[in-house]
């Protein structure tokens, strides 16, 4: 079974998605940490961010994977060509190479290919942009996940502190997201958009356990159907 959970950035995905992997025993694919990864490579080699086939032939001779813990089936490590990326690719600095090179069609056409290869070779929770329209059109649950600007804003500002990477200035994440929200949403090819058949949640103003709890009992359904 597939879980696609789509929606804007910071609107809780990465946390929900783990937290539903975790309770329904799923594995968990984050396609953002991938076009990171990419990002992370096209800058270590200093390849133009509007390059479009360099950096297309640099995603179609990658290879993204994802280590996990002994016994737990949602990644903590990601690796591009075997090497340790994990928090390199949460950079400010990642935060603003990332759009041009997601918006990349050929970047997309070669992700594509590793994202439908990890996600149908068990049960996984698979969070993105175009999980529901275009990666996994056949999901059996579809969510998009929103807040507001405002809210993400917030919630970005204080993971940032707890991690002790990325910006904290409000006025600043708040400006990164609105921006990524914008191209995101108007890029031509796979834009940020709900699946028709998704389920709309936004999560301004609720308990996060109260979104992980609802999209569990939705899949429970679908599972026992
Ligand atoms: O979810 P995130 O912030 O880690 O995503 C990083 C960037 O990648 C963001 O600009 C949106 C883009 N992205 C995408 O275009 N398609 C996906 N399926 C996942 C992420």
């Given at each position: ?95 603003k190479a990332v759009s ?78 609105e921006r990524r929200d ?44």
């Amino acid at each position: 079974m597939i879980i696609a959970i789509d929606g804007p950035s910071g609107a809780g995905k990465s946390t929900v998605a783990k937290a539903v992997a975790k309770k329904l025993g799923f594995s968990c694919l984050d396609t953002g940490a991938m076009y990171r990864a990419i990002a992370y490579k096209a800058l270590s080699r200093g390849v133009a961010l509007d390059d479009q086939e360099a950096l297309g032939s640099l995603a179609r001779e990658s290879v993204i994977s994802f280590g996990h813990a002994a016994g737990d089936p949602v990644p903590r490590e990601v690796y591009i060509d075997g090497v340790e990326v994990t928090d390199k690719i949460r950079t400010a600095e990642i935060d603003k190479a990332v759009s041009p090179v997601s918006a990349t069609p050929a970047v997309r056409e070669a992700l594509l290919d590793q994202q439908r290869r990890i996600g149908l070779s068990g049960n996984y929770v698979v969070e993105g942009r175009d999980i529901g329209t275009v990666v996994f059109p056949q999901a059996e649950l579809k969510i998009f996940l929103t807040a507001s600007a405002e809210e993400r804003a917030h919630r970005r500002v204080r993971q940032n502190v707890d991690r002790g990477i990325g910006s904290i200035d409000y006025a600043e994440v708040l400006a990164d997201i609105e921006r990524r929200d914008e191209v995101d949403s108007n890029r031509s090819t796979a834009p940020l958009r709900p699946a028709e058949d998704a389920l709309l949640l936004d999560s301004t103003g609720h308990y996060i356990e109260d979104i992980i709890e609802t999209i569990c009992s939705y899949a429970r359904e679908r599972m026992d159907q």
